[in-house]
């Protein structure tokens, strides 16, 4: 059995820097990787507030174990960024979360963020994803659309990401795929580009323009729109870590392109 054991963690090992060193020596493309895509939205926080008129407030009160909260969104006009401020006061985890639902929604394209990541620990997660309006009304994604997770700190590691994509809404029909890219370069502290691509036959994942991860199915056939989120999933491992301090993750733009290909 120890031997076993041991047989089963070198290849763990192994299957970890594979996927490292995949993902360090791939090419790098172009934002957007082609002339398929058109620019149709872009959002750079320029403004002296959140801009109403592009995004909403999502899901504010208690979510988890963290409150989201519209204090929680600010924009800092020296740097021109959207900062989505965790903090614990008075015992109480306050996070936030916005989206461009009822105001911005696409079928296919090309998805990015450049964002900063703020120190990783288990028990809170930021994230950069798109979702459908109609997200499991029926059992069938191309109808009802699906969750596709661009970018998502979950598992309290810096060099780590995780994508991933889910459907037949969140009940017990709930169907997901997973991936976890895996590159020393993640935990610099500095900003990354996150992005998407979506057409009818393909899905792919990016960072910095290399592909982390590609799908073939099931693929959303009608429009989405775009979140961006903390949450506070564990407030005694958030608290343990940065006590009162705020952590702020950092959002330098987003921009949205139209898949203008073979339709």
């Known amino acids: 059995m120890k031997k076993i054991l041991i047989l089963l963690n070198i290849c763990i090992l192994l299957t970890s820097c594979k996927k490292e060193k995949k ?9 957007p990787p082609s002339a398929d895509f058109k620019l149709s939205w872009f959002e750079d926080f320029d403004s ?8 909403d407030y999502r899901a504010n009160g208690l979510r988890r174990q963290g409150w989201n909260s519209a204090k929680s969104i600010i924009i800092d006009t020296v740097s021109k960024n959207l ?5 614990i006061k008075n015992d109480t985890a306050f996070t936030g979360m916005i989206g461009t639902q009822g105001k911005f929604a696409q079928k296919y394209g090309f998805f990015e963020c450049r964002a900063k990541i703020p ?19 029926t ?23 995780n994508h991933a994509i889910h459907w037949n809404g969140y009940g017990p029909n709930l169907q997901s795929k997973s991936w976890e890219t895996i590159s020393s370069s993640l935990a610099d502290g500095g900003f990354h580009t996150y992005a998407l691509e979506w057409t009818p036959t393909v899905i792919k994942y990016y960072i910095d323009g ?39 993750f950092i959002v330098d733009y987003i921009k949205v392109y139209e898949w203008i290909g073979n339709k």
């Not at 993902?23 to 934002?31: A, L, T, V, W």
């Not at 900062?83 to 903090?87: A, D």
């Open 23 to 31: 993902f360090e020596n791939g090419r790098i493309y172009p934002s």
């Open 119 to 137: 120190p990783i620990i288990q028990g809170y997660w930021p994230a950069f994803w798109i979702h459908s309006a109609t997200f499991g009304k």
């Open 83 to 87: 900062i989505i401020r965790n903090v």
């Open 48 to 55: 002296t507030a959140l801009d109403l008129t592009k995004w």
């Open 210 to 248: 290399r592909i982390a991860w590609e799908i073939y199915e099931p693929i959303s056939g009608v429009a989405q729109y775009v979140i961006l989120s903390c949450e506070i999933g564990d407030k005694k491992l958030f608290q343990r870590t940065f006590g009162n301090d705020n952590v702020d």
């Open 139 to 161: 059992l069938n994604p191309v109808e009802s659309g699906t969750e596709m997770d661009i970018m998502e700190f979950t598992q309290g590691m810096t060099d780590r990401v």
